[in-house]
């Protein structure tokens, strides 16, 4: 049956395909809606799906049920892999037992991301082959794949699809689902599963064998496609692929194209492909991981050919398109270009709309009155997550990665700043990384305050539950910790909770904070209002009255809702009544209205 | 070579309804028999930031719509459709919806919001069939001012190549079944603009 479906709905389906009988994550854009997906259809399959605390966590339980003969999952964003590099890197010495596919989306372009690492450096680093899909299907088609690789070579196998590929949709035929093995059964073999020196020395002799093996398995499938025409050739990686095939369509051009859809490439096709042309252009997005093996190659069997690539015609940096590959095929062919459009004047009279904290949301109080309390010449170091887009409220300083807010701030203070610190994180990225930080603050006595910014949701990647939600990723009641006994058992001296919808007491809270000599925490606890939108919450409305003097404090404050008309302020149809501008109002003339 | 038979942009504000006009037309497409590609946009800019989608009918290739390459820009915002004017082929056609959404800066007062007259002209220039459409209003006659989106859908469905029968069919599928008869109305009313 055809559907039409998003690339992430397709990988979640070709999960299924293989009888895959755990999956477990952590949200990050663009991987979020795999897990999602099968949770939503999961059905009465058995199978276990979560959303762990954090991408180690993650990979750790996959490779725990894939040593117990179930086959496993781990879902992230590349960045994630960053996380999880540790069980990561060794698993490929000790191996797999039942299949067991990471998912590592990558971002070209940062869309949603912090850096664009390239997942497939991560293959090559670990000697682990890497499937790269090019649209939704080849994705589902891999994922399924996937673990009949793994399997074979006893190897942990990544799937990379990009934001293009998660984010994209395409009719694709799909296939039924499988039910996972009865039965599974931890088998010990400490010689596999122990990774004492003695143990993994010969580990590593077998992987380097085995990764040469895969290579040559991965001759014959088909996302590995050789077609000899012209002597011009194209070779071309994952999405990228698609690009190039359409630039020879689009230019109509008699010219060999061979599509890649593999880390390690198959050397052979490669060769055959070198042997026919006598120039390529290699076409992929981030680092020239094709392009090298290409020179390889070359150097042995035809170092004559030339070879064209990233030195040149293509991008190291940013996402490709149809028109870069185009333009870089029309280029090398000594053919017109086609420019990329722009609408002179538009720029001039448009209005930046960057992403912003929603109207009403929390952590926009809670920063304001961070701020207050702190001062100017405090420091802010923050971290990854919705109120990074805040960054105009002088309170975010820093963001690296999830965590380091805290870690940061413990660098600054010990490093020799005097002035105030106050670092912020969100209640879930507290979980996912913000522990161990704030255990190592406590310890090494840094005196700094860290916020937590708590709206009991995993909001920016699309509202997953934690473990202080008391929800598991299937909606299942558990365990809810709290944020207070943690931060207590972890040393922190002093832990207020406040509600930032109440700002003089939110203030107060943070000058308590502030004056306290040790490690403080304040937890500002509010709902999102996009989860409280949806739970049905009753929600008020304000208005700006004739009392409103022009003096902009309430428009300062920065929530969408609230408009300026050049002599008086004004609330728009946004507004989620949170009641945080009346509080600032001096003339106190915001008040609430009946809907 | 064509490597497309229609590529369609849709652009707006996250929150506007994006992603179900090119849900609704992939689906349709697949009924069609048709293969189909979009791309669309999630994560950050969802939250009140520009959002671009992209759907592409009868293609096999790039999820993207090439800059100057597409048939129809439809714009669920003003400023939004002159952002993104620059996919609109000379040959295509714009529909865009007059209601702005204000960014954040314009109502904090860095910057300023064009009118719908200098949007309307920047454009003309580009394309010669720029149209505008009062959907937010159309969308309250037909019940519920939510399904804005869905009257630009009515108004998109004249330009395209899928039959009205299987966009319904599709659309019955997205939205939840209270609301159907009053999105069944808007995509009518939407329709019966550009006739
Ligand atoms: S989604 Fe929630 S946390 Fe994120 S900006 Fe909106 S209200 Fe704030
Ligand atoms: S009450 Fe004020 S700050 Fe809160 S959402 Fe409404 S306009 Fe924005």
């Known amino acids: 049956m055809r559907e039409y479906l998003l690339g992430n709905v397709a990988i979640a389906k070709g999960l299924l395909e293989a009888g895959m009988g755990l999956a477990a994550g952590y949200p990050g854009t663009p991987s979020s809606e795999i897990v999602e997906s099968l949770v939503d259809l999961k059905g009465d399959l058995p199978l276990h799906v979560e959303w762990s605390v954090n991408e180690k966590v993650a990979l750790e339980v996959a490779i725990g049920a894939s040593w117990t003969g179930t086959r496993s999952a781990a879902t992230m964003k590349h960045v994630g892999l960053n996380v999880a590099a540790d069980p990561f890197m060794t698993l490929a010495y000790l191996g797999v037992g039942a299949g067991l596919v990471i998912i590592s989306a990558d971002d070209p372009y940062c869309h949603s991301s912090q850096n664009e690492q390239d997942s497939r450096r991560y293959a090559q680093f670990a000697s682990v082959p890497c499937l790269d899909p090019a649209d939704p299907q080849e994705a589902k088609d891999m994922a399924r794949y996937g673990f009949d690789l793994s399997e074979r070579f006893s190897v942990p196998v990544i799937l990379r699809p990009t934001t293009r590929v998660s984010h994209s949709r395409a009719d694709v035929e799909v296939g039924a689902t499988r039910r996972a093995e009865k039965d599974p059964k931890f088998i010990k073999n400490p010689g596999r599963r122990v990774s004492l020196p003695v143990h993994v020395r010969p580990l590593h002799t077998e992987l380097l064998r085995k990764h040469k093996e895969i290579e040559a398995a991965l001759e014959s499938v088909p996302w590995n496609h050789l077609e000899l025409a012209g002597e011009h050739g194209i070779i071309a990686s994952g999405i990228a692929g698609l690009y190039a095939e359409e630039a020879i369509r689009d230019l109509d051009l008699d010219m060999s194209l061979l599509r890649i859809g593999t880390t390690p490439a198959p050397s052979a096709l490669i060769a055959r492909m070198l042997e026919h042309v006598s120039s390529v252009l290699v076409v992929e997005e981030l680092e020239p991981v094709l392009e090298e093996q290409v020179q390889r190659v070359a150097l042995s069997i035809k170092p004559e050919v030339e070879i064209l690539g990233k030195e040149s015609h293509i991008p190291r940096e940013g996402e490709l398109d149809f028109l870069a590959a185009r333009n870089a095929v029309a280029r090398r062919e000594e053919l017109d270009l086609r420019p990329a459009k722009a609408i002179a004047g538009a720029k001039m009279i448009l209005p930046p709309r960057p992403p912003s904290l929603c109207p009403g949301c929390s952590h926009r109080a809670a920063y304001y009155a961070m701020r207050k309390a702190f001062g100017k010449n405090a420091v802010y170091p923050s971290d990854i997550g919705c109120y990074t887009m805040a960054v105009g409220m002088d309170t975010v300083d820093t963001c690296l990665c999830m965590g380091a807010s805290i870690t940061a701030a413990t660098g600054i203070r010990l490093g020799g700043e005097t002035a105030p610190i106050c670092c912020s994180l969100g209640d879930s990225t507290f979980l996912h990384s913000g522990l161990t930080g704030l255990l190592n603050a406590a310890y090494n006595k840094a005196r700094i305050t860290v916020t937590i910014l708590d709206n009991s949701t995993t909001a920016m990647t699309g509202h997953q539950p934690h473990p202080g939600t008391g929800f598991t990723a299937t909606g299942e009641a558990s365990v809810e910790i709290s944020l207070e006994d943690v931060c207590r058992a972890l040393g922190a001296g002093m832990v207020e909770t406040v509600d930032p919808y109440q700002l003089e007491d939110t203030i107060a809270g943070f000058k308590r904070a502030r004056d306290f000599e040790g490690l403080s925490v304040v937890i500002a606890r509010q709902a999102c209002v996009i989860r409280a939108r949806r739970s049905g919450a009753a929600r008020k409305m304000y208005a700006v009255n004739q009392d409103c003097a022009g003096c902009k404090l309430c428009v300062d404050f920065g929530c969408p809702a609230v408009e300026f008309d050049g002599q008086k302020a004004r609330i728009n149809s946004l507004c989620t009544g949170c009641g945080v501008c009346a509080q600032i109002c001096p003339a106190s003339a915001i008040q609430e209205v009946r809907k | ?195």
């Open chain 2, 1 to 195: 070579m064509k490597t497309s038979e229609c590529d369609i942009v849709i652009v707006g504000v996250g929150g506007q309804g994006v992603i179900l006009i090119s849900d609704v037309i992939g689906r349709a497409a697949v009924k069609a028999g048709k293969p189909v590609r979009g791309a669309e946009t999630h994560g950050m800019a969802q939250r009140g930031g520009s959002v671009i989608n992209h759907t592409r009918i009868g293609c096999r290739y790039s999820p993207m719509v090439a800059s100057g390459g597409a048939d129809v820009l439809l714009a669920l915002e003003p400023a939004e459709a002159l952002r993104f004017g620059h996919f609109l082929s000379r040959e295509g056609t714009a529909l865009i919806n007059t209601v702005p959404v204000l960014p954040v800066t314009v109502t904090t007062g860095t910057a300023s919001y064009p009118s719908l007259q200098e949007i309307m002209d920047l454009l003309r220039e580009e394309c010669g069939d720029v149209r505008a459409i009062e959907a937010t209003a159309l969308a309250r006659q037909a019940g519920t001012a939510q399904a804005m989106n869905v009257v630009m859908l009515g108004a998109l469905s004249r330009f395209i190549p899928l039959p009205e029968e299987l966009l319904l069919e599709a659309l019955s599928e997205v939205v939840p079944p209270k609301y159907l008869e009053a999105n069944r109305r808007a995509f009518m009313l939407g329709k019966a603009e550009v006739e």
